[in-house]
């Protein structure tokens, strides 16, 4: 097989990057190559020229779609090809959830080593409107090869940012955003207003939105190369984001008023492929903007995680807590708490909640976010779990929180350390509730739960994140 040579291919799977996968015979040894290709979708037949060759695989680009798959659709946004975020939009939303259905299913089954798996696995919990469903945007900004400012996303797998004046997954008002952070970048028309990732100059690396979207309420924070913006910089900024928030709410784009609630900027002054810095400025307005899961308040700063999706959070965390078979009274740990959302929830069916978080601005809101709802029964420790855990376990002098009746976690991608594991396994609940956003370390977990005597039990699949290829996962396990 050699670079550049075209071959037809049918396309009979697909990866865990959305990308479709073929095979070629190698005429010269007659051996099978996996052929991975971007774009294209089980069931094409498709023309693709080899852009890389491996040992045993290769890499190939669509040139021509020969047939087209049957579950191939026209994507809503004319940059979705070009565009890193949303690379299932050219794939129907049915097939789309049936992709991360079997994505789980396959970990579970391969890494996780539990057979007959679907049986205990729910239908895929998808989305009515797929579509403009983001609480949060982060929008590079750089320039292109005219010098021009662009704002938009990552291309695929690069740094290179494809322009964008609409997104069909954010919310609408950041079209709005984007328009008038034109204006403000034609207002400064410095060379050094855009960042250069190259040569690391420049002032704004990325634009960060936030939409309460119960309550309206719009966070807006440039994340920039120095410790402050100029007087006329910020006066201006807060000017023209006011003038796009009332242009959107007079607009027919507008099902909700948006109330601008706060402007800030992030310091971010290394070179690192991290969005944020460690510090934020109020710029104008308030620190944070308040958002609703349920009947719970929450306060939220650019710093502190927050689920992305509002309506899949909601159904994310009922389905924990119909996992977690409360009846009132049960002692439960939240691990990875982030500001408190799953912790808070569950504090209405438990007797006691204790939440842990690495982030200590996320537990201060947490803390911050119990008082406010007038939540007594949640206690919140700041910490790595894996080592505040243990730590809590060996010292404890009480039982209380030692040997819990539900555990919930919901790790980063990386899932949880093994000592976690080893330590959730000598607190021994009756009831383990794992909600991951990765399901092959979901997987890896499970697998070393399930030899410590856990097991699982039900699985509910969540598409929390509409035409990408992500997938949020809710386990229940059982001692
Ligand atoms: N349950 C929360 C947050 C989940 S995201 C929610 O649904 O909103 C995972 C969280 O784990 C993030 O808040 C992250 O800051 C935190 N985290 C990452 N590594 C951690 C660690 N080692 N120990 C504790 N928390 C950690």
Request: glycine share 8%; charged share 30%; net charge negative.
């Amino acid at each position: 097989m050699i670079k550049n040579d075209c071959y037809e291919v049918y396309i009979e799977d697909i990866g865990n990057d959305g990308e479709g996968i073929g095979h070629i015979e190698d005429r010269q040894n007659g051996k099978s190559f996996a052929l991975f290709v971007k774009d294209t979708l089980i069931g094409d037949r498709a023309l693709v020229r080899i852009i890389k060759v491996k040992k045993t695989y290769a890499y190939g680009r669509v040139e021509q779609i020969i047939e087209s798959s049957p579950y191939r659709v026209h994507p809503v946004c004319e940059k979705a090809r070009s565009c890193g975020g949303c690379s299932l939009m050219h794939m129907s939303y049915d097939k789309q959830l049936e992709y991360k259905w079997n994505k789980v299913k396959s970990c579970l089954e391969r890494i996780g080593g539990i057979s007959g798996v679907d049986a205990i696995m729910e239908p895929p919990y998808g989305m009515e409107l797929p579509y403009f469903y983001r609480n949060k945007m982060q929008l590079p900004v750089g320039r292109d090869r005219e010098g021009r400012i662009v704002i938009g996303f990552y291309a695929g797998r690069t740094h290179s940012i494809v322009d964008l004046d609409k997104c069909h997954i954010g919310h609408p008002v950041n079209d709005y955003i984007i328009k008038y952070m034109r204006k403000w970048f034609r207002k400064f028309d410095r060379e050094d207003i855009a960042y250069s990732e190259e040569s690391h100059s420049g002032l704004v690396r990325h634009i960060l939105t936030r939409v309460g979207f119960r309550t309206g309420e719009l966070m807006v924070c440039l994340v920039i190369n120095k410790d402050e913006l100029g007087k006329s910089e910020g006066e201006s900024l807060v000017c023209l984001l006011k003038e796009a928030v009332k242009e959107y709410n007079t607009s027919k784009d507008t099902e909700q008023e948006i109330i601008l609630k706060s402007v800030s900027i992030n310091i971010n002054k290394e070179k690192t492929n991290r969005i944020l810095g460690s510090h934020c400025k109020v710029v104008w307005g308030r620190s944070y903007i308040q958002d609703y899961i349920g009947d719970i308040l929450f306060n939220i700063s650019p710093m502190s995680f927050y689920q992305v999706n509002p309506v899949q959070t909601k159904a994310i965390y009922d389905k924990a807590i119909e996992y977690a078979e409360l009846k009132g009274g049960e002692t439960v740990w939240d691990m990875y708490c982030g500001i408190g959302t799953i912790s808070l929830c569950l504090a209405a069916y438990a007797g006691k909640v204790f939440g842990v978080e690495v982030v200590p601005q996320a537990i201060e809101d947490a803390k911050e976010n119990a008082r406010v709802n007038g939540i007594e029964n949640a206690r919140f420790f700041c910490g790595k779990a894996e080592e505040v855990v243990p730590e809590f376990y060996r010292e404890a002098d009480s039982d209380e929180g030692k040997h819990p009746d539900v555990i919930v976690v919901d790790p980063p991608r990386k899932g949880c350390e093994k000592v976690l594991l080893d330590t959730i396994s000598f607190m021994a609940p009756d009831r383990i509730v794992y909600v991951s956003c990765d399901p092959a370390t979901l997987a890896r977990d499970v697998k070393i739960l399930s030899d410590k005597g856990y097991r699982p039990e039900k699985v509910a699949v969540f598409d929390a994140f509409c035409q990408g290829t992500h997938v949020e996962t809710v386990v229940q396990l059982s001692h």
